[in-house]
């Protein structure tokens, strides 16, 4: 569908790519300082189409989650240029964000319904820019089931071609002081062949594909959890190991004393 020009407050236009790589940059500090380690189950990304423009949703469990978002796309899509909708009220206090990639919404009303289809649509033309975002739409443990926001499906209705990729985000504790930082990717979900079907049926049959692509992804990855198996994951970044204070100086010290290597970790003998 034709369009006279791009949105207002185009996040395509506000966007620096210096901006980007020095909040990236912290991102990835932020994580590495606060997780045992940041891990992406195998096999990782799929392989996706050539030219298809591409969006990641995920679910929500976390505030970490932008975060992970921004560490995921810079390991494993480099060469792309992210964007991704957020509440508008808060773009409007952390106005550096339009600076990002991030672009407001208002949450459940027809104005930021439009607006997020709209400015979809803008960033979408271009195959080399891809959409992130947390399609669940509020906070939600990662393991109940929560239906995602039909947002996406419509936008995709709108799109031709385009390919969404599920994306399970969860931070469980394994046995050492930090949580682990987890993300599996699941298959792409591809929009059916739009003749002679009508838009609202297939924005529905989309929806269904997009929930059922997240929760299978999300119950992938639970069950990676539970078995806590690092071999399971690719590592993405090493964390900060041990527990310090006096016990991590006790296990420093036997370890030099029995002439053996020190392993900060307090159960896990592995390496990230």
């Given at each position: 569908?034709?369009?006279?020009?791009?949105?207002?407050?185009?996040?395509?236009?506000?966007?620096?790519?210096?901006?980007?790589?020095?909040?990236?940059?912290?991102?990835?500090?932020?994580m590495a300082r606060s997780f045992r380690a940041v891990r992406l189950l195998r096999p990782g990304l799929p392989a996706l189409p050539e030219g298809a423009p591409t969006v990641v949703y995920s679910n929500h469990p976390s505030w970490?989650?932008?975060?992970?978002?921004?560490?995921?796309?810079?390991?494993?899509?480099?060469?792309?240029?992210t964007f991704g909708p957020i509440d508008a009220e808060a773009l409007e206090r952390y106005g550096f964000m339009k600076r990002i990639g991030l672009f407001g919404v208002e949450p459940g009303s027809?104005?930021?319904a439009a607006r997020f289809l709209e400015v979809g649509r803008h960033v979408l033309a271009d195959p080399?820019?891809?959409?992130?975002?947390?399609?669940?739409?509020?906070?939600?443990?990662?393991?109940?089931?929560?239906?995602?926001?039909?947002g996406l499906?419509?936008?995709?209705?709108?799109?031709?071609?385009?390919?969404?990729?599920?994306?399970?985000?969860e931070?469980?504790?394994?046995?050492?002081?930090?949580?682990?930082?987890?993300?599996?990717?699941?298959?792409?979900?591809?929009?059916?062949?739009s003749k002679d079907v009508p838009r609202a049926v297939r924005t529905r049959n989309l929806q269904a594909a997009l929930?059922?692509?997240?929760?299978?992804?999300?119950?992938?990855?639970s069950a990676a959890a539970r078995e806590r198996d690092p071999a399971a994951f690719e590592p993405v970044l090493g964390g900060r190991r041990g527990v310090g204070g006096v016990y991590g100086a006790w296990k420093r010290v036997t370890a030099r004393a029995a002439g053996r290597a020190h392993d900060p970790d307090h159960i896990m003998d592995h390496t990230t």
């Open positions: 569908m034709p369009r006279a020009g791009p949105p207002a407050d185009d996040p395509v236009a506000l966007r620096s790519p210096r901006m980007c790589r020095f909040f990236a940059g912290v991102m990835r500090r932020q970490w989650d932008p975060a992970f978002h921004i560490v995921l796309t810079t390991t494993f899509l480099p060469r792309h240029t027809r104005a930021g080399a820019r891809t959409l992130w975002m947390t399609a669940q739409g509020t906070f939600a443990d990662p393991r109940a089931a929560v239906p995602i926001r039909a499906a419509h936008l995709m209705a709108r799109v031709p071609g385009t390919v969404a990729v599920p994306l399970a985000l931070y469980p504790f394994w046995g050492e002081k930090r949580p682990e930082a987890l993300a599996a990717f699941g298959a792409p979900v591809a929009a059916p062949p929930q059922r692509g997240l929760d299978e992804t999300m119950e992938r990855l």
